[in-house]
């Protein structure tokens, strides 16, 4: 499970955890029936206490985004459908759009700017056409 845990952030290493659970169910990385690690494994792998980890998974268990089977693990319990799926995408996509420009604001950037270094940051990442993907659209 790819769970990156930032020591220096303000956002608590307990909610860090139960947002990225989360996100990778929101990302379709983990889907209805998929086993979590136990709490002592991850705790381990994120090099932060038992109790913290053992907290993520309480407030996802009563949120039923998690289900715990003694003697067999913890599951994700279920996913949204795809409708609601796409909302949830949304609203968090929305979500990180939002906190960027109030970063921005706060910083004195313009949103010609900000426009600016957002599309830059997406061309940055397109992937560029290898030669041989080339010749096989001319084909």
Do not use: C
Request: no cysteine.
């Amino acid at each position: 499970m790819n769970i990156h845990i930032d020591k220096t952030s303000r956002v608590p290493i307990y909610d860090q955890i139960k947002e990225q659970i989360k996100g990778l169910i929101h990302a379709r990385q983990l889907h209805t029936g998929d086993q979590l690690p136990t709490i002592r494994e991850l705790s381990v792998q994120l090099a932060v206490n038992f109790n913290t980890v053992a907290l993520s998974y309480r407030d996802l268990a009563n949120e039923g985004v998690i289900v715990t089977e003694r003697g067999r693990g913890t599951f994700v319990a279920s996913t949204p459908g795809e409708e609601e799926m796409s909302r949830i995408r949304q609203v968090k996509l929305h979500a990180l759009v939002e906190t960027l420009l109030q970063e921005a604001d706060r910083l004195g950037y313009s949103r010609d700017e900000v426009g600016r270094a957002f599309v830059d940051q997406i061309r940055a990442r397109t992937p560029k056409p290898t030669p041989s993907s080339e010749s096989s659209r001319e084909s």
